[in-house]
């Protein structure tokens, strides 16, 4: 996968369907997750050095069901971040009278954990395979990083439309984040949704 190149629900290149715009215009979802695979990984010591591929193709694993609830849309209060803000953007972007929020789950991978991304689209396909509903809006999306994987997530910060929150515990990643324009959440943020 290249930079830019995002697999599609579940895992699969380059799809696109209702709702899966490059991250702009009318179907952008009102909340984007975009996760520091690596630092996420890394805030649990959980023998995630032995296997770092393997221990992306589990985070994932776990993402992909907040996904499935986040295209059918979150409460918006379990989205505020530690600041206090809400998730609720202008009109139009999501967010329902119900309080629901819709959110995109944005996963990136770099080094060693790029060896994940075959396994997870297996995986996604053998998963995609028993949904009721091609194009189904609820997987991850996995972005490749091919060199620095906080340059991507700050690109990916700037890009989308909506409510962006950057999860990570790396200072310097959460600065750059907050620069481009994205709220910052840590990992025990992300686990408390999952």
């Known amino acids: 996968m290249t930079a830019g190149d995002e697999a599609g629900p579940g895992g699969s290149r380059g799809e696109r369907g209702p709702g899966k ?3 702009t215009g009318a179907d952008a979802p009102a909340v984007t997750i975009i996760v520091d695979g690596a630092n996420v990984v890394g805030s649990r010591p959980d023998g995630w050095w032995r296997d770092r591929a393997g221990a992306a ?4 694993d776990e993402l992909a069901k907040l996904a499935a609830r986040g295209a059918a849309g979150i409460p918006a209060e379990f989205l505020a971040t ?3 803000d809400q998730p609720s953007g202008p009109p139009g972007l999501g967010g ?3 309080g629901l929020v819709q ?9 060693a954990a790029r060896a994940a991304e075959p ?3 297996e995986r996604a396909r053998t998963a995609e395979s028993g949904r009721v509903r091609a194009g189904d809006a ?7 990083a091919p060199g620095s994987g906080d340059d991507e997530i700050v690109r990916l910060a ?3 439309a909506g409510r962006r929150i950057v999860v990570t515990a790396d200072r310097e990643l959460r600065r750059r984040s907050l620069a481009a324009g994205a709220q910052v959440a840590g990992p025990s943020w992300l686990y408390a949704l999952l």
């Open 21 to 23: 715009d490059a991250g």
């Open 96 to 98: 329902d009278p119900s």
């Open 103 to 111: 959110v995109r789950v944005i996963l990136v991978l770099e080094g």
């Open 57 to 60: 193709v589990r985070l994932h």
């Open 158 to 160: 700037r890009s989308r």
């Open 119 to 121: 396994r997870i689209a």
């Open 138 to 144: 609820g997987g991850v999306h996995v972005v490749s």
């Open 82 to 84: 530690a600041d206090g």
